[in-house]
């Protein structure tokens, strides 16, 4: 069985320009979550998807953040004009959604802004 | 709002030895799960050992086990028979149970080192 799968693994990219980064969780969960680890410091909530719910966006740090996801699977995170300070590993993580199931984590993308 | 603190940034253990990780939390809910998260080189968190607040019984795990003080708010992870495997960053997290989104608030992290 597949875990959490994230591509790309890694990503380098020039100021200001827009990045997309997929999460294709476990088959069956139904909750999806994303975690931005800045260096040095812990993971930090950003977007929670629940089934066909609205997704739970209070962690997004700034308007050039957004996430979707398409028939209850596969996410995307888009940054739109990145910034240095967006430099961080992504994690994406999903579980079965039911009470507090433990959630499951990706191996992350790793996000480089020069 | 709720925290996570982990005092210790680095931590080192001989083989075979016991090492304990610390971790305190804030929160004024009275239902909620702890978790404790191994992050090797790879990246990917894993979950080691989890903990509900309304059970008074430690968990553990194989070799590893937690010390949850609720009045305390403090629950701290021991390694025992540590192994060259174990070598990674921990992470001390929470979780309010009852919650919209289960959302995990995680510390800064311990990064342990196993000494052959």
């Known amino acids: 069985g597949a875990g959490v799968s994230q591509s790309p693994s890694n990503k380098v990219t020039e100021k200001g320009k827009d990045v997309e980064l997929r999460c294709d969780p476990i088959s069956g969960h139904t909750a999806l979550y994303w975690y931005r680890q800045s260096l040095g410091q812990g993971l930090e909530f950003l977007i929670y998807?629940?089934?066909?719910?609205?997704?739970?966006k209070s962690g997004l740090p700034s308007d050039r953040f957004s996430a979707e996801r398409t028939g209850g699977s596969v996410s995307t995170l888009t940054i739109q004009r990145t910034q240095q300070e967006d430099s961080a590993v992504y994690l994406c993580?999903?579980?079965?959604?039911?009470?507090?199931?433990?959630?499951?984590f990706g191996d992350g993308t790793r996000l480089s802004i020069l | 709002a709720q925290t996570v603190t982990q005092s210790q940034p680095e931590m080192s253990v001989q083989e075979a030895e016991t090492v304990t990780l610390s971790c305190t939390y804030d929160?004024?809910?009275?239902?909620?799960?702890l978790f404790w998260y191994k992050q090797p080189p790879s990246r990917q968190m894993i979950l080691v050992i989890r903990?509900?607040?309304?059970?008074?019984q430690n968990a553990t795990e194989n070799r590893f086990s937690v010390n949850f003080q609720k009045a305390a708010k403090s629950f701290s992870l021991k390694i025992s028979d540590s192994q060259l495997g174990d070598a990674a960053m921990y992470f001390c997290?929470?979780?309010?149970?009852?919650?919209?989104?289960?959302?995990?608030?995680f510390g800064t992290g311990t990064l342990l080192a196993v000494q052959p």
């Open positions: 929160t004024s809910e009275s239902d909620y799960y």
């Open positions: 903990q509900e607040a309304y059970k008074q």
């Open positions: 998807f629940q089934g066909n719910s609205a997704p739970d």
């Open positions: 993580a999903s579980s079965s959604g039911q009470g507090t199931q433990p959630q499951h």
């Open positions: 997290a929470y979780s309010f149970y009852g919650g919209a989104t289960n959302k995990l608030i």
